[in-house]
């Protein structure tokens, strides 16, 4: 039986780095969940979630900043949407926000009840191993952002990523890349598109634990670790993707997704 400080600091460390690699926290961390039995607390998805808020404002907060400043301004005048850098990245956030929170919406409660199935899982592990490899069939990338329609596709992708085991970060980053964004703002528009759900999924998870006791220190533990491995597994993808490394991921999710399916087959949940 783990203690619960190697739980609050192995909990972070999956959310950390599943979650800022095309690897799918979720997934990781549902798998740590059925393997390791590691459940933290009540509390700590709140936590973890906030943590990954807070890793996102860190590594992106001047473009953060700048969409935020100019679309605020661009509600005014909308013709700014299209006349500064922020505008357009705000017009790219706001579109892909209606799929993304509509898609989320409609598979919360079915995600809810096959998050521990390991077959699920496994079945999530394959759709982000085929959205890394067909990111590997991307060409160079000249655009600096994605077309109204391209916006909403990666808001698909977004939304999908609600599904246990299918990367967030994977699926918008590989929509972007096959959209012809160049890596170093596919890299950066994947993750400004996951800042109103992941606000959205706070507002909606604190609701749900209102009521629940507080996780105490341990879970503050947890977020803390997922920050800091958060931060620097952002830094480690931004790289590869400017490198052309990206697909790489492939070679992990792909023999574990059929390794997790076969498990599911094997030890039905």
Known sequence: MNSPSTEAV????VQGWGEFLPLSGAGHRA?????????GGAGYGLLLRVATLVTTLLVL???????VRDGVRALVRPSRFNETTGGRDALVVLLASVPSAL????LRAPVERFTGNPLAIGLGFLGTTA???LAHFAGPGEREQPTLRGALLMGVAQGLGVLPGLSRIGATLSVALLLGVRPARAFELSLLVSLPVLVGSIVLEAR???TTPAPGL??????VVATGT???AAGVLRALVNRGYFAWFAFWVGPLALATMAMGLAWPA
């Open 218 to 223: 341990f879970g503050v533990v947890a977020a």
């Open 131 to 133: 959205a890394l490899s």
């Open 31 to 39: 798998l740590a969940e059925i393997l390791f039995k590691l459940h």
């Open 103 to 106: 898609i989320g919406l409609a």
């Open 61 to 67: 907060w001047p473009e953060t900043a700048r969409a």
């Open 10 to 13: 192995l909990l972070g460390i």
């Open 208 to 210: 749900e634990s209102w």
């Open 230 to 232: 958060g931060v620097s």
